[in-house]
């Protein structure tokens, strides 16, 4: 088996240096503020909290899209009973403006226990608008989980069931978050400098 060094690994197969060699990568001017330790232990907690409450009953995981989806992931794979997932998407016609569907569930949650998973609340915007189109679709109980909760943000009187850490007034990325579609893939959470 062949050595690869971090020089071949910056070059392309043809010899010539890769497009992300000497790059520097968002997160390098962040400073790390949760660590996938510390997230593993935010997702134990909340999973642990959802087994116990919703003991003896089916779950739905409703998960907005794009961010929470590796939140989702990690977090049903700790739960012990039966679930379903369902994804939406909204978005906001313009920054600040009214809130839109872009997908909407799939599945049918009237009379069940829905779950929404956030990976982080903020203003509360977008999250209410989701809330109130799920009880509509009269749900028997409907409860919110966030990983992070920002309610320094909040314009609207939103308070998450679950949180896994109350946070201030920082813009994050990773796990899920990003800035302008880049970071979700790391698996630390970090913020700006200031």
Do not use: W
């Amino acid at each position: 088996m062949a050595k690869t060094t971090a020089k071949s690994a910056d070059k392309s197969s043809n010899g010539s240096k890769s497009a992300n060699a000497g790059k520097k990568v968002l997160k390098d001017d962040m400073i790390a503020f949760l660590t996938a330790d510390d997230i593993e232990k935010l997702v134990h907690k909340l999973a642990k909290q959802v087994d116990s409450d919703y003991a003896g009953k089916d779950l739905v995981f409703i998960c907005p899209l794009k961010g929470s989806c590796i939140f989702l992931a990690d977090l049903i794979r700790k739960i012990e009973r039966p679930l379903q997932v369902d994804f939406v998407q909204l978005g906001a016609v313009e920054k600040g403006g009214a809130i839109r569907m872009l997908k909407d569930i799939s599945v049918n949650i009237a009379g069940k226990h829905v779950v929404v998973v956030e990976e982080i609340i903020d203003t509360g915007r977008t999250l209410n608008f989701l809330k109130q189109r799920l009880l509509a679709s009269s749900p028997a109980s409907l409860k919110i989980l966030t990983l992070l909760d920002k309610p320094a943000r909040r314009e609207l009187p939103l308070q998450p069931d679950y949180v896994g850490q109350t946070i201030e007034d920082r813009y994050v990325v990773g796990y899920g978050m990003d800035s302008e579609e880049v970071g979700r893939n790391y698996a630390q959470i970090y913020y700006f400098r200031q």
